[in-house]
Every structure is written in structure tokens, then in C-alpha cells.
């Protein structure tokens, strides 16, 4: 730590610790020891009268002055917020100072204004006399813990449901140009070479309550001996936004049908559903997590509905992903493992919504009207509407159904779910469809559906989700009967020359034949939690077929554990897909072990106070059915004072003539961005791949880089405070303006942004440190925060040449907080500027207030606290 940080720190806490000695000393004053009969002697502080403020104030009550002061707002005591509150003194000039609170921010408390005509009347930004006009009603400050509690009668409150936020605070944001970026690449070389590269774009303009959304993806693969190939996708644009009455959501464009009754399938037209967003968690009723297993240092590509949404590069072994960004609410995804040799695993992992319960009385909608929409040339583009309805009936039942219609194509559903209580919930529904082909055949068939969830708390089991579903032989969904033909596939992947390979049938994902249509279909995902010690999970699902006796299959089992710190996790995958010949089976094992706990000498080695790094002994093994394995050692860990900085690098060796392998990455997690660097190799090959991704954020107040977006987010506007880091957002900090982007804000819910005061600069103060944002959906919320660049300064007050009485107020000019004066007039003061007012004030009369205006050199400017005399007129 260098010498000029040291006196900074230094200061800081002399300047705090004369601050509290002032407020101490006032309390302890006026504490209630010290009262005797409603009267305190000045003589305890000085044994001159004439230097101790008027008392009067302190006698009775809380004892303080008028002003604004920043405390934490409780509301029947539960805790609202912290802000910066005036309070004033009575009209009469009697009692204690009152909170001002103006009839907007009752109304926003949950105050019912329509009981209480008087307040009503009000101009919104007069102070409400709380325990004159609402009976019943009392306000009661904690001056030493700065804690304002009101308590108001149930009677004057709104009725609503626990955790509700009113629509009036629900913010849509400002009007701002937002766009997410992920690009990665990889540059190989040895036996043969290549390049691929991937790029996503997101793009949103947000403009009131209305979100302009635009998705597209390109690849680009080539080698230095077999060409290239490049491919753009627009994958989507629609136009969205909150209807609020509705309780939903209006999208305009291309989008995805909700998977609560039909199979979800994309669309070009106009879509209104509800949002279960909209309602607080007390009144509220999925992306998928991805496991697999590599054999090498694989890519794993991702893509749903025909489109990429997600690609990355993994280690050999086991390996999870959870942090999947779905283009819809549901539909299977499909998954692709290419291995450094080149061969390819797929397999889709299927998930749908658990039973469809609702509350009673609760109407969950959805009504869709358009084209069809997929990325695939062998589907039309079909003229298709579609209504969706689910309904909360009393005694824990809920009904649903819903219809499709198409010119070749029409289905009606109806359902019911049913609370069981302590066994769980149920539902199931029956499908009845009739369709067209492309060879113009006609057919009818039904499909029957069960649906069961059910946690077991005292047993730690959890039944995420037991599906099953029957179709009869003339059962096919709208999707089927957009095919132009009865048969065909789609090649995920390319060959060295960039041509299709229709020889390898471990490429096909999206292979499909009519004629085998789908005839059952079973999903399982459970979970058990094994004591404190571990847990374990199945995952599973297949798929059958009529007039073939192959199916595809996925089995997934795994169990966490950890002993005495050091973690370990055993795992087996199998799938076979219809159409390969053979069947992928997997084992894997993996330990981590905590070198940095274990070399720790026990104390915080991170720099003013902030979490220590971490460091990991990792090993991996992953062996196939055909006795392949692949294994390797390394060390994992995190850099920089804010962990923000991962590492890893393995040392591996595979059997079967493979010989070593190895790799090494980097991933920086910054706030104007991620950024990730990779080396890997192995026998005869060598690969370097990389990436960039974030987000771009322009608006009224310039340009701002981000972290990646989510889609709803919070701008931090603190013009001044430059690089302060942002709790709980790892490597969020202000740019050099006081600006930054704070990605995935939960929508219809407070948000609570907090700037860490720690990282201000010397020079630099704000007057609110956490900000509560309500965001609606998609939407881009400022976070405000005034920061005040100025002197620290230790002010002696001086009126009539002797020091201003020990406990007077002092108030400024640039609107600065409020402070009190100790002892030998002196006063603490943050964010002051060179020149100013300062009003003093130590009683009601006219010679106990006084103006003190002050003009600094600029040199003061370069002190890391100024001291200074004033004389107050």
C-alpha cells in the first residue's frame, strides 16, 4: 500500500472519527441518564451557557434539529428503504421535529389516499401531518441509529398481497440503444488446420414501455486446404411491450407460442400472454441445465428451434451449463460435442413445464395469430392461430386447454391439474388432432399427456419433473405438417471441405420421417440430496417411434459429494439417437481439492478487506464404453481483489495411442466487458481459441460499455464518482464519467443497487449510497446517484470571536448534508467546494443563527483534508 494511500485511509478516519465523537458526545448528553425532570443542565458540557446550543429541542423526544437526514425507513416494521428524509419543525414550534413525508411517497408506501380526503387534497409535494390525519398513525426516529419507524393502522392501508409492488412504481425506463455481443473463435493447426469463428448479436431500442428486439448469428469455418464457409442468420425481430390492465405481454414479429399446452413453436404475427411476472412471488404458481461429457478439449454447440443460441470450449471430462440464454420459453435443445479428432456427439435434451397448477381465480392466457417461422428450407411458412387458456378452480384443481388451427392442421386440447397435497401435483390432458401431410394424406390421432412434480423436504428428494406421453398412429403436431416432404434431415455440422457430409449419421440432429412418427415419450429428472454430505440426480428421457422398434434415448446419473473440503462428483451419460448405430456411454470423475484454504495461514490475505483468492488441485477422468479415457490434472483458481479474473491450466494424457494433452485458459470477468483466451493440444493437433462478449449501451447521457446484458438492466448515473465498484456485481465499477451498466435486474421487483463507499475517490462524496430501481420488463432503469466532488474539511465556526455552541446545526449552500457542530465550534463537512455559505443555527432567536461565507485557494484542493477558520455574521 503506497504512502499517499495510507494518509488517505488515514484521514478518512480521523475526519470519521471526530464526526462521531461530535455525535457521541450529543448523545450521551442527552440521554436519558442525563435528564432529570424534563430539564438538562448546559453545565455538563461547558461551564459557559452561552457556548452549548439552545436545548429546549433535546428536552423532551428524540432530541433533533431540523434538516435533512439520511436514515433507513421502516414501515410497520418491516424495512421499506434508506433515504434521505427532511424533518421539520412543528407549527406550533412545539415537540419534536416532524418527517416530511409529501402524499406521493404515502401513496407509494401503500397508503389508501381514498380514506383520507384531507391528504388527498394536498399538493403532492406538501408535508402530510401523519398522526393528525390518519388516526391511529405514529412516527417514531432512532436518532443514534438513524431509523425512522412508522406505524400505521392495517385500516389505512391498501389491500394487497404480501411482496406486491403497485404498477404506479413500475418503471419503463428511459429511451436507450442497447446491444449484447458474444463472438469466439478458434485458430487450430497440426495434422490439419482450421478456423471457426461465431458471432451473436442482440440488439434492443427501448422507447417507453415499447422494446424493438433484433437476434441474428453468424459462423464462419474454413481451412487452409479445403475452402470456407460462412453462414448469417436473422434468427428474429419482434416488437414488445407490457400491457399492464392485462397482466401481459404483447409481442409483434417472430417469437415462440408458450409450451404450456402445445409444443412450442416459432412464429411471425402478433402474440398476446400473460406474465407471471407481473404478480408478487406470494400469488406466483425454464431454461435447461446441459451436462455432458468430453473426450477432449471440445466445442459445445447449442441450438434451439434450428437456431445456435450457445457455444463455448471445455475441458475433457464432465461439465455443466447452466447459464444457457433460451430465444424461448421452451423447446428442446439440441446439443453437439465436436472433439478435437473431429467426431461429433449429439443429443437433445427435452424439458417442458411442470403441472399446470394455478390459483384459484388465477387466468393465465395466451392468443397467437401468424405465420409459422423456423430456420430450416424444408418447412413452409403456414398461416396458423393459436389460443391457450388456464384456469384456477377452487379445491386445488385448475383447468386448461386450447386450440390450434391451420389450413392443414387443427388440434383441441383440454386438460386438468390437480393439488394432491402431500403427494405432489398432477395433471394430464388429451390432444386430438387432425392433419395433412405433404403427400397430401389425411389422418386423425390423439395424444395423451401425465404430468408429476413432488418434493419430498424431509427426505431431500425432489421429482423435478416425471412426464409421459402416448400419441396414437394418426397423432402429428403442427410442426410435422409443415414439412415439405416425408423425410429428410439437417446437417449440423460440416465436413473439411464445408459440404454436407450425409454419410455420417452422428451429424444428423434434426433427422426426422414421417412415417415414423412419435408414439411415447417418457421423461424423468429427480434429484436426492444424501445427508449434508452430497447428492445425487437421474435425468432421463425416450423417445419412441411407431413402425420401428428404435428409439432415442438419454440417461443422465451423477452424484456431488464432498469430504472433509475436497469436492467430487461422479457422473454416467448414455444416448442413442435413432438412425446411429451405436450408442455413447460416458463415465466421469472429477475431485477438486482447496489449495488455497489448505495454504491459507488463516487470515485475510485480500487487500482492504475484500475476499482472498482461491486456488484448486483439480483431476478429471473420463472413460467410454469402448475403454477410451481420457484424464488429466491441473489447478483452478482466481486472481485480481475482486476474483474477477479465473485461470485454469491441466496436464492430460489419453490412452489408445492419444499420448498427452493439455490446456490453459484465461477468463476476465471487467466491467466493460468478458473476455476469455484458451490454449489446448494434443497429439497432433494444437488449437488457441478465444472470445469477447458484452454489451453496448447508449442513451441520453452518452455511451456505456458493460458487462453482457440481460434483458432487463439497471444504468448507474453517478456523474463524478468515478471507478466505484457495485456490490454484489463482479467487476461492475463506474467509467471515468460515473456510469455503468448493471446487467439482469429482476422485473416488477426492488431492485437494490448499492455503490461500496470504499472505493470513492479522495475528493469524492455521495449523498445516497443505495438506490432501489422497480424495472418492467426489458427495461433500462437509471439508478441516480448524487455524487458531490469537493474538500473534506474540518471547519472551525467562530461568532463574535468566540466558537459557535457546541451541538448547532450547520446547513450549506450547495445543498450538501446537514451537520452538527462539536466541540470548540468545530464542524465536519464533506463535499464542500472552494467557495460557499454556510448557515449556522443554535436556537429559535435571531442572534442564534448566523451566515458564515468562505472563499478557499485552489491548493486546498491537493490537501487530503482542509482546516480552515471562518467568523459567522
Known amino acids: 500500500m503506497s504512502k499517499d494511500t495510507q494518509l488517505t485511509l488515514l484521514t478518512r478516519a480521523i475526519c470519521h472519527a471526530l464526526r462521531w465523537r461530535h455525535m457521541m458526545l450529543l448523545t450521551l448528553a442527552l440521554s436519558p441518564a442525563t435528564r432529570a425532570a424534563g430539564y438538562f443542565n448546559p453545565a455538563f458540557l461547558s461551564d459557559d451557557p452561552s457556548a452549548v446550543a439552545s436545548l429546549k429541542r433535546f428536552e423532551k423526544g428524540s432530541g433533533h434539529g431540523p434538516g435533512k437526514y439520511r436514515v433507513d425507513l421502516y ?108 463472438f469466439t473463435g478458434s485458430n487450430s493447426w497440426g495434422d490439419s488446420v482450421s478456423n471457426n469463428y461465431y458471432l451473436n448479436l442482440q440488439s434492443t431500442l427501448n422507447v417507453g414501455p415499447w422494446r424493438l428486439h433484433d437476434y441474428s448469428s453468424g459462423t464462419y469455418s474454413g481451412g487452409q486446404d479445403s475452402g470456407s464457409a460462412s453462414r448469417w442468420d436473422h434468427v428474429s425481430t419482434y416488437l414488445q411491450r407490457s400491457i399492464i390492465p392485462l397482466k401481459g405481454e404483447l409481442t409483434v414479429g417472430d417469437s415462440y407460442t408458450p409450451s404450456d399446452v402445445f409444443d412450442s413453436v416459432g412464429f411471425r404475427g402478433v402474440q398476446l400472454a400473460s406474465d407471471d411476472n407481473m404478480l408478487p412471488d406470494s ?86 395469430g401468424g405465420q409459422y417461422h423456423t430456420n430450416t428450407d424444408n418447412q413452409d411458412d403456414e398461416n396458423f392461430a393459436q389460443g391457450t387458456i388456464i384456469w384456477g378452480l377452487p379445491y386445488g384443481l385448475t383447468a386448461y386447454g386450447g386450440v390450434q388451427h391451420a389450413d392443414n392442421y387443427q388440434a383441441e386440447n383440454l386438460g386438468l391439474g390437480l393439488n394432491l397435497g402431500d403427494y405432489g401435483a398432477f395433471s394430464t390432458d388429451l390432444t386430438q388432432a387432425n392433419s395433412t401431410l405433404a403427400d397430401d394424406s389425411k389422418h386423425t390421432g390423439q395424444s395423451l399427456r401425465f404430468l408429476y412434480a413432488k418434493s419430498l423436504s424431509a427426505t431431500g428428494t425432489n421429482f423435478q419433473l416425471l412426464g409421459y406421453r402416448y400419441s396414437t398412429q394418426g397423432y402429428y403436431t403442427l410442426s410435422d405438417t409443415t414439412y415439405t416432404r416425408m423425410s429428410g434431415h439437417h446437417v449440423d455440422t460440416l465436413d473439411e471441405s464445408g459440404n454436407d457430409n450425409e454419410d455420417d449419421p452422428a451429424n444428423w440432429t434434426d433427422y426426422y420421417d414421417l412415417y415414423y412418427n412419435k408414439r411415447g415419450k417418457i421423461q424423468v429428472n429427480i434429484s436426492q440430496q444424501v445427508g449434508s454430505v452430497g447428492s445425487v440426480y437421474v435425468t432421463g428421457s425416450q423417445q419412441s ?180 465498484d457495485i456490490e454484489n456485481s463482479t467487476g461492475v465499477k463506474t467509467d471515468w464519467r460515473g456510469y455503468a451498466v448493471v446487467p439482469y435486474a429482476t422485473t416488477y421487483r426492488q431492485n437494490r443497487i448499492a455503490l461500496n463507499t470504499d472505493t470513492l475517490g479522495d475528493k469524492t462524496d455521495i449523498d445516497n449510497a443505495v438506490v432501489d430501481v422497480v424495472p418492467s420488463e426489458g427495461a433500462l432503469v437509471v439508478a441516480d446517484f448524487k455524487a458531490h466532488t469537493g474538500l473534506r474539511a474540518l471547519v472551525t465556526l467562530m461568532y463574535r470571536n468566540k466558537p459557535v455552541p457546541f451541538g448547532a446545526t450547520v446547513s450549506r449552500s450547495d445543498g450538501g448534508t446537514s451537520t452538527i457542530v462539536g466541540d470548540e465550534g468545530q464542524a465536519y463537512l464533506m463535499g464542500l467546494q472552494l467557495m460557499g455559505e454556510l448557515t449556522v443555527q443554535w436556537g429559535d432567536e435571531s442572534d442564534q443563527q448566523c451566515k458564515a461565507k468562505y472563499q478557499l485557494a485552489d491548493s486546498e484542493m491537493n490537501k487530503p483534508i482542509s482546516l480552515f477558520k471562518v467568523e459567522c455574521q
Open 75 to 182: 414501515l410497520n416494521e418491516n424495512f421499506i428503504s434508506t433515504e434521505d428524509i427532511e424533518f421539520k419543525a412543528p407549527a406550533e414550534k412545539k415537540g419534536d421535529v416532524i418527517p416530511c413525508l409529501t402524499r406521493v411517497r404515502l401513496d407509494a408506501l401503500g397508503v389508501e389516499m381514498k380514506a383520507f380526503p384531507d391528504i388527498a387534497a394536498l399538493s403532492p409535494d406538501d408535508c402530510v401531518p401523519l398522526t393528525t390525519m390518519i388516526p391511529g398513525a405514529r412516527t417514531d426516529f432512532d436518532f443514534e441509529q438513524q431509523q425512522l419507524k412508522i406505524s400505521l393502522p392495517q385500516a389505512a392501508m391498501k389491500q394487497s398481497a404480501r411482496g406486491y409492488i403497485p404498477p404506479e412504481q413500475w418503471d419503463d425506463g428511459i429511451t436507450a440503444l442497447l446491444l449484447n455481443y458474444d
Open 545 to 724: 417411434y411407431w413402425n420401428t422398434s428404435e428409439t432415442d434415448s438419454l440417461f443422465q446419473v451423477g452424484y456431488s459429494g464432498n469430504l472433509h473440503d475436497v469436492s467430487y462428483n461422479l457422473s454416467f451419460s448414455y444416448n442413442k439417437a435413432q438412425g446411429q448405430p451405436d450408442s455413447d456411454q460416458q463415465f466421469a470423475l472429477s475431485i477438486s481439492l482447496p489449495l488455497g484454504k489448505w495454504l491459507s495461514t488463516g487470515g485475510d490475505n485480500s487487500e482492504m478487506g475484500n475476499s482472498p483468492n482461491n486456488a484448486y488441485a483439480t483431476y478429471n477422468n473420463s472413460t467410454d464404453s469402448h475403454g477410451k479415457m481420457t484424464q488429466a490434472a491441473g489447478v483452478s483458481g482466481t486472481l485480481l481483489r475482486d476474483n474477477n479474473l479465473s485461470y485454469t491450466v491441466q496436464q492430460g494424457y489419453a490412452n489408445k495411442g492419444d499420448g498427452a494433452n493439455g490446456n490453459a485458459s484465461l477468463d476476465y470477468q471487467g466491467g466493460l466487458g468478458n473476455s476469455n483466451i484458451g490454449y489446448n493440444y494434443s497429439s497432433g493437433y494444437q488449437q488457441v481459441n478465444y472470445g469477447l462478449s458484452g454489451g453496448i449501451v447508449a442513451h441520453a447521457n452518452g455511451i456505456t460499455l458493460s458487462q453482457p446484458l440481460g434483458s432487463t438492466n439497471v444504468l448507474i448515473k453517478a456523474p463524478g464518482a468515478a471507478g466505484v
Open 283 to 368: 400469488l406466483r404458481g425454464f431454461a435447461p441445465t446441459v451436462r455432458g461429457i468430453a473426450k477432449s478439449n471440445a466445442k459445445v454447440t447449442i441450438k434451439q428451434n434450428g437456431y445456435v443460441i450457445y457455444q463455448t470450449y471445455v475441458s475433457p471430462g464432465a461439465f455443466e451449463i447452466n447459464d444457457l440464454y433460451p430465444t424461448s420459453s421452451s423447446g428442446d435443445m439440441d446439443v453437439d460435442i465436436a472433439e478435437t479428432d473431429g467426431t461429433h456427439t449429439t443429443f437433445s435434451v427435452p424439458y417442458s413445464a411442470v403441472p399446470l397448477l394455478q390459483r384459484e381465480g388465477r387466468i393465465k392466457y395466451a392468443f397467437t
